[in-house]
């Protein structure tokens, strides 16, 4: 069956960086684009990024854009968000999310349990 | 960026009520618009995509309807287990942007 499990979060002084992972396992990681999608504590969903299936083509929300990468690693089927210059307003349970797609439409079928990052001196 | 607005934010209903939540956006998205469900502490689960296409293992007490700008989702019998927050999203372009939730909580 299809997981995703994301690793790495924790409490980081404002300004430091913080790498997530996201570890796929039950489907062909390589055939599908992946997201990262962030909710602040008592807010709603918030779309942080995507990565092509192929790694080629990369998109980032304004608020992240220049702070944050992602990248992906199809050997070990593992998704990554890179995260730098860390503001207050970054905290929040990151989930990484497949993108399926039927015909011509997409959605996120399937998401991790999420990693919680606190940017906090 | 497109903006996605539900109504109402939140709703009280009864275990067996019919209810409907709305999403409209800011521009026309065709049919790019999906449906999830979060309890709390849990990740989103998806619903509905493509406006009215069914999930597969989603109840059929769950339904969404519209094209453009404005969609629905209705849950036609409400079970305990469906008194959850739920989101709507456009897949029409990135970003690909979230309504603000629809918190719906037990009478």
């Known amino acids: 069956q299809v997981q995703l499990v994301e690793s790495g979060g924790g409490v980081v002084q404002p300004g430091r960086s913080l790498t997530l992972s996201c570890a796929a396992s039950?489907?062909?990681?390589?055939?599908?684009?992946m997201h990262w999608v962030r909710q602040a504590p008592g807010k709603g969903l918030e779309w942080v990024a995507l990565?092509?299936?192929?790694?080629?083509?990369?998109y980032y929300a304004d608020s992240v854009k220049g702070r944050f990468t992602i990248s992906r690693d199809d050997s070990k089927n593992t998704l990554f968000l890179q995260m730098s210059s860390l503001r207050a307003g970054d905290t929040a349970v990151y989930y990484c999310?497949?993108?399926?797609?039927?015909?011509?439409?997409?959605?996120?079928?399937?998401w991790g349990q999420g990693t919680l990052v606190t940017v906090s001196s | 960026d497109i903006q996605m607005t539900q109504s109402p934010s939140s709703l009280s209903a009864s275990v067996g009520d019919r209810v409907t939540i709305t999403c409209r956006a800011s521009?026309?998205?065709?049919?790019?618009l999906n449906w999830y469900q979060q309890q709390p502490g849990k990740a989103p689960k998806l619903l509905i995509y493509?406006?009215?296409s069914l999930q597969s293992g989603v109840p059929s007490r769950f339904s969404g309807s519209g094209s453009g700008t404005d969609f629905t989702l209705t849950i036609s019998s409400l079970q305990p287990e469906d008194f959850a927050t739920y989101y709507c999203?456009?897949?029409?372009?990135?970003?690909?942007?979230f309504g603000q939730g629809t918190k719906l909580e037990i009478k």
């Open positions: 999310a497949r993108e399926g797609y039927s015909i011509s439409w997409y959605y996120f079928d399937y």
């Open positions: 039950g489907f062909t990681f390589s055939s599908y684009a």
């Open positions: 990565i092509s299936h192929d790694g080629s083509k990369k």
């Open positions: 521009q026309s998205i065709n049919r790019y």
């Open positions: 493509a406006a009215f």
């Open positions: 999203q456009q897949s029409y372009t990135t970003p690909q942007t």
